[in-house]
């Protein structure tokens, strides 16, 4: 590890130690659950100074907030409760079955597969820590979308360490990770994720601790399975190395933690589209981000399911839509030939994302020329072809599942240029580059011709 990447982990980990031993948002929300259910001192909880805050048996409200904020707590606040009716694990198993009745084609597996009785033999055996089961109290109670995700991600980890045939234990550590990879977002503040909130610098370094916050709490947990906290630090590491908090490339990030990545970004999808093919296209599209092994249990667990019959654009609008996009690689690549090395150095990031782009289109076989080829066939029998244009799936793809496919690729790419020029516009706005004044009118041009594919 170089020593800005060595920087950044020491920012990072220092930020998420911090945010854990201050504990305000966490102590706002337990506060307030108290207003709800039955949460008491378990003992006398004192100021580092000594000061005796709350005598032990004392049930908790929300007025209590102030009192404890004002003073630096001699142990963390959830080390000192209790609450009645906490969440158990067998009620944590039958949830998440109550959540995968909500998606068919997953149902079918979950109550089929034997292997979810010995699932659901350790989950009725194993005891959740008081800290835990308070924590997910918590959730429930004052997050409860977050909730619901952790369900559902949990659900899949399930799915996924069954259909991938892993070791009992690991199937153990990958289903309550699932469950708890989140914990961390219990000490940000929830306003940081609210939908159409466009966080800044400052609060993205927040965002990026949350793995490293659930880390440093699972950890002190023994009786969990081993590979358990790991797998939640690194939820949100990519294979390519872009993903976060320490940027590791996929030789450095264990099995767990790549299933887990796989189940955590499906369980998002499951929120926006529901179950069916686009998913499966949506995590092709993202092969280089994502672990081949694990895209490729999780999609045969949705090889089954269909995607409801919609309206879709005629031919002559998807090819427009592709020779669109066509325009935007080459030009890029054209732009890029009349930049010296030093600025193509300084936007080193976005032009690598670009170039993926690109790749990823090829190698999902729907190049312009091999469109026109497709579309054209009726006949969808010939395997042969199918295998050469890169979609010899095991079921037979029709014009309108190709037609699905495409408007999930093309939603896709948008939303990953949206997510590049944003951020080259923030660099822009933050540090500038040097790009000459003879050049900054043609990537104008491009950036234009961006916006209105964007925008379609």
Known sequence: MDSNNTKTKNAHDSLARQTLEEGTQFLRSVTQLADKREVEASED?????????????????????????????????????????????????????????????????????????????????????????????????????????????????????????????????????????????????????????????????????????????????????????MAVLRHHERMNGRGYPYGLLGGQIDRASRYLAVAEVVASLLTKIGADSRINMKLRLNLDKLDAKAVGVMCALFGDSKTEQESLPDDGLLMTRLTQLEKLFDGWTAFRTTLSPAVIDEISYFDERVEGSRRMVLETGFGRCQLEDLLSKEDREDSEIRHELNLAHTEERGNSEIRQELMVMFDELSWQFQELTQALERKLADYGWSLPVSRRADFNLWMAQVHEFIAR
């Open 45 to 229: 909880i004192f100021s580092r100074a000594g000061i005796k805050l709350v005598s032990g048996g004392t049930r908790l409200s929300g007025k209590y907030y102030d009192h404890l904020v004002a003073h630096k707590l001699l142990k963390p606040i959830e080390q000192s409760l209790s609450i009645t009716d906490a969440i158990s694990a067998a009620q944590l198993f039958d949830l998440i079955c109550e959540e995968a009745r909500r998606v068919p084609s997953l149902c079918r597996i979950f109550e089929q597969n034997k292997s979810f009785e010995r699932l659901q033999g350790y989950f009725y055996q194993l005891e959740i820590p008081a800290q835990l089961a308070l924590r997910l109290s918590v959730m429930q109670e004052d997050r409860p979308e977050l909730f619901q995700h952790s369900l559902t991600v949990g659900m899949l980890c399930m799915l996924m360490g069954v259909r991938g045939d892993l070791p009992p234990e690991e199937q153990q550590a990958l289903a309550l990770a699932g469950i708890f990879h989140d914990v961390g977002e219990l000490y940000l503040d929830p306003s940081l994720l609210a939908p159409g909130h466009r966080m800044d610098n400052d609060e993205r370094r927040y965002l990026y601790t949350h793995p490293i916050t659930g880390f440093l709490i699972l950890r002190c947990f023994s009786e969990l399975p081993k590979g358990m906290a």
